[in-house]
């Protein structure tokens, strides 16, 4: 039986499985201090210091020789954004492929470094050298947008099992998440495997189609068994790939607790609720097959939370001071099998917790966007939004600058 040769992710058996392999994306994400040696110093005279040095342009351009000028953003250990360059000093390498090192480039020794984006591209990096013994790297690996590309199948991996056929389709996006509806120049290879690590997959004989159809039955999909396939743009060679796994919808429900987040320490009384979801994300209605119980954040516990002696509703009421700003489990149970749901008050007037929250969606957005990012910007932004001028002052620059340019980026994709 032919291998599939691909590469792969692996997914938790509860999601469905997506990665890419495409033939020019990056890797790379923040780079700092030591993150790669340069030719002319070891990364031992870079110490940790806190800052940072982060080029944050676009990495995904086409190679058309464009003249393309990159410069890192830097930021103290507090990570508030240095304005001030007067006291650093810049010099620019470029990544030779035989060394596998970089190089310095003569006479490169400003702030911003422009090259002209061919085929022959590789990378560049920066060091960077301040007062007080401060070094820093920043590294820049440009992808050809117009090799690159991105499969999914957006098909909902939670299906019912009653011996039907289910028919799964590949979609091919760029790299800014446009969806790619000319599929002549690509050819797909579907495959199937039951190892977790997706590293031994069998290629399917015959399913070359952009769609696959497999048989929804109880045997195989209690076996967890994936499917995966392979898209190759013909006229670049690129290839790219991801793998899915259908789930029985029946197993699946999403718990999601409404209440009053941000609260007045009034004592008044708080009360949050349990709702529920399906698969396709339609509600689900109270009823005798579901058992509910109420736990609440406890170090003493086994697993960290407690049970809460006689709360078996939907709903939960607790009062609104300082000793029940804690987390909060509700436990729903559905033939046997366990769904979780979380919900943590937070004080009104608690800034550094509001300000953490922001920060921690703020911080998953990184320096490539897509319009696949869109849900990840809008809780961002509305988390941000939320705070008070005070708490917004705390938000330290480099999440500011990080939300800020995740939004003009997708704005104008």
């Given at each position: 039986m032919k291998k599939f040769h691909h590469t792969l992710l692996p997914i938790g058996c509860l999601m469905a499985a997506m990665c890419l392999v495409g033939c020019s994306v990056s890797t790379e994400t923040t780079h700092t201090e030591t993150s790669q040696e340069a030719t002319t110093e070891s990364d031992s005279d870079y110490v940790d210091s806190g800052y940072i040095a982060e080029i944050k342009n676009d990495r995904s351009i086409p190679f058309d020789s464009q003249e393309v000028t990159i410069a890192p953003s830097l930021y103290d250990d507090e990570k508030n954004r240095i304005t001030d360059t007067s006291d650093y000093s810049f010099q620019w390498y470029e990544y030779n492929e035989e060394s596998d090192d970089y190089t310095e480039i003569e006479g490169e020794t400003g702030e911003s470094f422009t090259f002209k984006a061919t085929p022959d591209?590789?990378?560049?990096?920066?060091?960077v050298k301040g007062p007080d013994g401060i070094k820093l790297k920043a590294y820049y690996t440009p992808e050809n947008s117009n090799n690159t590309f991105i499969v999914y199948i957006d098909d909902n991996p939670y299906i019912e099992v009653n011996d039907e056929d289910v028919t799964i389709t590949a979609s091919i996006y760029d790299a800014k998440g446009h969806q790619i509806t000319d599929l002549s120049d690509y050819t797909f290879q579907w495959a199937n495997g039951?190892?977790?690590?997706?590293?031994?997959?069998n290629e399917i004989e015959n399913a070359t189609d952009v769609t696959y159809t497999f048989n929804a039955n109880r045997k195989d999909i209690d076996?967890?068994?994936?499917?995966?396939?392979?898209?190759t743009n013909t006229k670049t060679g690129c290839s790219n790939s991801i793998a899915y796994m259908p789930l029985d919808k029946e197993c699946f429900?999403?718990?999601?607790v409404d209440g009053e987040k941000y609260i007045d320490l009034d004592g008044k009384d708080i009360t949050i609720e349990?709702?529920?979801?399906?698969?396709?994300?339609?509600?689900?209605?109270?009823?005798?097959?579901?058992?509910?119980?109420w736990y609440v954040a406890d170090e003493n516990a086994e697993d960290g939370f407690r049970e809460i002696s006689g709360e078996t509703s939907p709903t939960f009421t607790f009062k609104a001071e300082e000793e029940n700003l804690k987390e909060y489990r509700i436990i729903v149970t559905k033939n046997g099998s366990p769904f979780y749901g979380y919900f943590e008050p937070i004080a009104n007037t608690d800034n550094q917790a509001r300000v953490e929250e922001a920060i921690e969606a703020i911080a998953v957005l990184g320096t490539e966007v897509s319009l696949r990012d869109e849900e990840y910007i809008t809780e961002a932004k509305t988390l941000y939004d939320a705070l008070t001028e005070e708490q917004k002052a705390m938000v330290p620059d480099y999440y500011q600058d990080m939300l800020n340019d995740a939004i003009e980026k997708f704005e104008a994709l």
């Open positions: 591209t590789v990378g560049y990096m920066v060091n039951f190892d977790e690590e997706m590293e031994d997959f076996a967890y068994e994936y499917f995966a396939v392979l898209a429900m999403d718990i999601k349990a709702l529920l979801y399906d698969a396709d994300d339609k509600q689900i209605e109270a009823s005798d097959e579901l058992q509910y119980q």
